[in-house]
């Protein structure tokens, strides 16, 4: 069975700071990782990670995966209170099935 | 260009009521989804459809069922709703394996 484990669950910061937020996956056959934001209602596409090492960038955010260790990492700089946020990860597995990890809420105070 | 629409957006209902909702894309996308989504677990996956006249069974499909009517269309039924199905649901379809499209959602209550 497929799993997904993001950490921290919850962070709080203070605009301008620089956060990093962790997805680690256990899966059988990995194709790919994804990155979403969700700001009340659905999910918003952020990153897609193939490939190890290489890192993924929009703006303030970046990615990147590291296939050895299975895990990956979002970073944001600078960050604003419109980052506020639910961050998911999620791994596809066969016919597009996701799984996703718990998510990370992300609060950035003024 | 609609994407993904699901209705209703809000509904209560009362323990051991039936609902069904609705989920219908205008893509053309072949595999279509039902997650549901409760605090501090994530995305779970309750039913999914590969494609036109096939259904699978996900992670938590206990207390669902769910209907490809066509290649646009496809429901998710209650049949005798029950208060640990209190959640967020949201449908989704992708064309490939990575454009997924989600739907806004629907916030069901069972009191």
């Known amino acids: 069975e497929d799993k997904v484990v993001q950490s921290p669950l919850s962070l709080v910061v203070h605009e301008g700071d620089t956060v990093t937020l962790n997805c680690s996956y256990e899966v059988t056959n990995f194709r790919s990782l994804l990155w979403y934001k969700q700001e009340k209602k659905a999910p918003t596409f952020l990153f897609m990670l193939?490939?190890?090492?290489i890192e993924k960038k929009s703006g303030r955010l970046s990615s990147i995966l590291d296939k050895k260790e299975l895990f990956s990492i979002l970073n944001i700089t600078a960050t604003q209170t419109g980052d506020s946020a639910v961050y998911l990860c999620?791994?596809?597995?066969?016919?597009?099935?996701?799984?996703f990890g718990q998510g990370t809420i992300l609060t950035v105070h003024p | 260009n609609a994407g993904v629409t699901q209705t209703p957006k809000f509904q209560v209902l009362k323990t051991g009521q039936s609902m069904t909702l609705q989920c219908a894309q205008d893509m053309n996308h072949n595999s279509m989804y039902w997650y549901r989504q409760d605090p501090g677990m994530g995305l779970r996956l309750i039913y999914y459809s590969a494609s036109e006249g096939t259904t699978d069974k996900g992670e938590v499909p206990n207390g669902y069922n769910v209907s490809r009517l066509n290649k646009r269309e496809f429901s998710l039924r209650l049949e005798s709703a029950a208060p640990s199905q209190t959640s967020v649901y949201f449908c989704a379809s992708i064309l490939d394996n990575y454009g997924y499209t989600f739907g806004s959602g629907t916030r069901l209550t069972v009191v």
């Open positions: 193939t490939s190890s090492g």
């Open positions: 999620a791994v596809p597995a066969s016919y597009g099935k996701l799984t």
